[in-house]
């Protein structure tokens, strides 16, 4: 493991033992063990309490075979999640267990869970949310869309909370027939709420502000929901990213008349600070102001502040302070200049030298890959992007963190997409780099300056109008 990342590991552990309610727990391990064939692997992930998501890979020895366990350190229960395709398994871990993931090939469920104990109770939990899959309840898409707007509205609506009524039904058939235990009843009716609500909520994230085309029947949902209730449920913020998901988009809806003006960040702070409460306040204003990080907001100083002031969990103000530190770090850790990047010619250069080889221009890194379906959908606006902006001193650069190369030359021959403009690098996944730019997940996009300084570590995609207004700035 790198120096940089194991820096990053070390204040991630500090801030999870400052957070109030959290302290007192002692910390364990969640054990993970894979099991398959040699030529398969676990693409598994989950999100830690600041919404960062923590890539734990469970590859087998190319020479034995087997499976490396790994071992995740908490204090709180974790919602681990599985990617297949585009199927999503989750499993709700705690602390002290061992969990046996097992592989398998060219069958539904993808993957499947084992706990040593043996007992049917158990298994049946770790199993529950594939039961939903064969049953058309998965959550899965469209679920994580939300509700749009277009001709099939009425039916969409009646389709989400229909699902959502058969979810919490099998999960009490589950729990009659299988002995579940309360504990767990509770946490997966929770995630399913969580799940729904977020679904409802979510077009109050688009920036075209599309809930403004909603019929007045959408309203009277979402005042039917619960929500206001529902978000009280202070346990949920460390271990469900459904919880936390749907508590930013109430936010947003609340605060929805200053949807897109400069007054946004303000109604957010003040709808968050008075409308919530505990640890579920504390998030909902440090994610909105993680959020708004970096993008040079007028009123960014005077709610960080306030924040400072208003929050009562130190571990957010102390990662916000961390972030604000991290983009100079790109230009001053030798780890993370010395990173290798493959050219597509084979040639190797380290990140110092692509950052020189760009002096005087802002930089538009882009990290995909081949597998990433989202990735791709963004090149087409990421090309037309080029072309308007040809002749303006702006570089485009594409860090693929392929561990195929071959897989990754396809991906620019298939999708056309080495343009003679654009730059090309293969980036080891494992490398520092990846670490420092919290790669996967991807897509993500990076903006630096024409002086090389990072300007966002998480810039808009292609495809927001958000990144021209971005670019107008940094290009002045």
């Given at each position: 493991?790198?120096?940089?990342?194991?820096?990053?590991?070390?204040?991630?552990?500090?801030?999870?033992?400052?957070?109030?309610?959290?302290?007192?727990?002692?910390?364990?391990?969640?054990?993970?063990?894979?099991?398959?064939?040699?030529?398969?692997?676990?693409?598994?992930?989950?999100?830690?309490?600041?919404?960062?998501?923590?890539?734990?890979?469970?590859?087998?020895?190319?020479?034995?075979?087997?499976?490396?366990?790994?071992?995740?350190?908490?204090?709180?229960?974790?919602?681990?999640?599985?990617?297949?395709?585009?199927?999503?398994?989750?499993?709700?871990?705690?602390?002290?267990?061992?969990?046996?993931?097992?592989?398998?090939?060219?069958?539904?469920?993808?993957?499947?869970?084992?706990?040593?104990?043996?007992?049917?109770?158990?298994?049946?939990?770790?199993?529950?949310?594939?039961?939903?899959?064969?049953?058309?309840?998965?959550?899965?898409?469209?679920?994580?869309?939300?509700?749009?707007?277009?001709?099939?509205?009425?039916?969409?609506?009646?389709?989400?909370?229909?699902?959502?009524?058969?979810?919490?039904?099998?999960?009490?058939?589950?729990?009659?027939?299988?002995?579940?235990?309360?504990?767990?009843?509770?946490?997966?009716?929770?995630?399913?709420?969580?799940?729904?609500?977020?679904?409802?909520?979510?077009?109050?994230?688009?920036?075209?502000?599309?809930?403004?085309?909603?019929?007045?029947?959408?309203?009277?949902?979402?005042?039917?929901?619960?929500?206001?209730?529902?978000?009280?449920?202070?346990?949920?913020?460390?271990?469900?990213?459904?919880?936390?998901?749907?508590?930013?988009s109430y936010v947003r809806y609340l605060s929805r008349d200053a949807a897109g003006t400069a007054s946004d960040l303000g109604a957010q702070y003040e709808c968050a600070r008075t409308a919530l409460r505990g640890q579920t306040r504390d998030y909902a204003l440090f994610f909105l102001l993680k959020q708004?990080?970096?993008?040079?907001?007028?009123?960014?100083?005077?709610?960080?502040?306030?924040?400072?002031?208003?929050?009562?969990?130190?571990?957010?103000?102390?990662?916000?302070?961390?972030?604000?530190?991290?983009?100079?770090?790109?230009?001053?850790?030798?780890?993370?200049?010395?990173?290798?990047?493959?050219?597509?010619?084979?040639?190797?250069?380290?990140?110092?030298?692509?950052?020189?080889?760009?002096?005087?221009?802002?930089?538009?890194?882009?990290?995909?890959?081949?597998?990433?379906?989202?990735?791709?959908?963004?090149?087409?606006?990421?090309?037309?992007?080029?072309?308007?902006?040809?002749g303006q001193p702006i570089q485009f650069v594409y860090l693929s963190i392929d561990r195929d190369a071959a897989k990754w030359h396809q991906a620019l021959s298939t999708h056309k997409l080495a343009q003679a403009a654009s730059q090309h690098y293969l980036l080891d996944p494992e490398s520092a780099l990846?670490?420092?730019?919290?790669?996967?997940?991807?897509?993500?996009?990076?903006?630096?300056?024409?002086?090389?300084?990072?300007?966002?570590?998480?810039?808009?995609?292609?495809?927001?109008?958000?990144?021209?207004?971005?670019?107008?700035?940094?290009?002045?």
């Open positions: 493991m790198t120096v940089v990342v194991k820096y990053w590991l070390l204040v991630l552990v500090c801030w999870s033992l400052a957070i109030p309610g959290m302290a007192q727990q002692p910390q364990q391990f969640i054990t993970l063990v894979g099991e398959g064939s040699k030529e398969e692997w676990v693409f598994l992930y989950y999100q830690n309490e600041f919404q960062d998501q923590v890539h734990l890979p469970l590859v087998p020895d190319s020479v034995t075979g087997r499976w490396t366990p790994r071992r995740v350190a908490t204090t709180h229960p974790l919602w681990l999640q599985l990617a297949y395709n585009s199927d999503q398994y989750g499993v709700y871990a705690q602390p002290g267990d061992t969990i046996y993931i097992r592989v398998n090939a060219a069958q539904s469920p993808h993957y499947s869970f084992r706990s040593p104990s043996g007992q049917a109770s158990r298994q049946a939990e770790l199993n529950f949310f594939n039961t939903l899959l064969p049953r058309g309840l998965d959550m899965a898409l469209p679920d994580y869309m939300g509700l749009f707007v277009n001709a099939r509205y009425p039916r969409q609506a009646e389709l989400f909370c229909r699902k959502f009524d058969q979810r919490q039904a099998w999960l009490q058939q589950q729990q009659d027939s299988l002995h579940l235990s309360p504990r767990f009843v509770r946490y997966a009716s929770q995630q399913l709420r969580a799940q729904y609500l977020a679904a409802l909520f979510n077009p109050y994230w688009d920036e075209k502000r599309v809930f403004t085309q909603f019929p007045a029947s959408y309203g009277h949902l979402l005042a039917a929901s619960g929500a206001a209730q529902f978000f009280t449920a202070d346990s949920l913020v460390y271990s469900s990213p459904n919880y936390r998901s749907a508590v930013v708004n990080l970096g993008k040079q907001l007028a009123s960014y100083p005077r709610y960080l502040r306030q924040f400072r002031h208003d929050c009562s969990t130190p571990s957010y103000v102390q990662y916000l302070d961390s972030v604000a530190s991290r983009p100079a770090l790109l230009r001053t850790h030798p780890e993370l200049a010395a990173t290798p990047l493959r050219s597509r010619t084979g040639d190797v250069l380290t990140c110092a030298q692509v950052l020189a080889r760009n002096q005087g221009k802002v930089l538009y890194v882009d990290l995909w890959a081949s597998w990433c379906g989202p990735c791709l959908a963004e090149m087409p606006a990421s090309a037309q992007l080029q072309r308007a902006l040809a990846a670490k420092y730019l919290n790669a996967p997940p991807i897509p993500r996009y990076v903006l630096l300056d024409k002086q090389g300084q990072v300007v966002s570590l998480d810039a808009a995609r292609p495809s927001s109008s958000l990144l021209r207004r971005d670019l107008t700035k940094v290009l002045r």
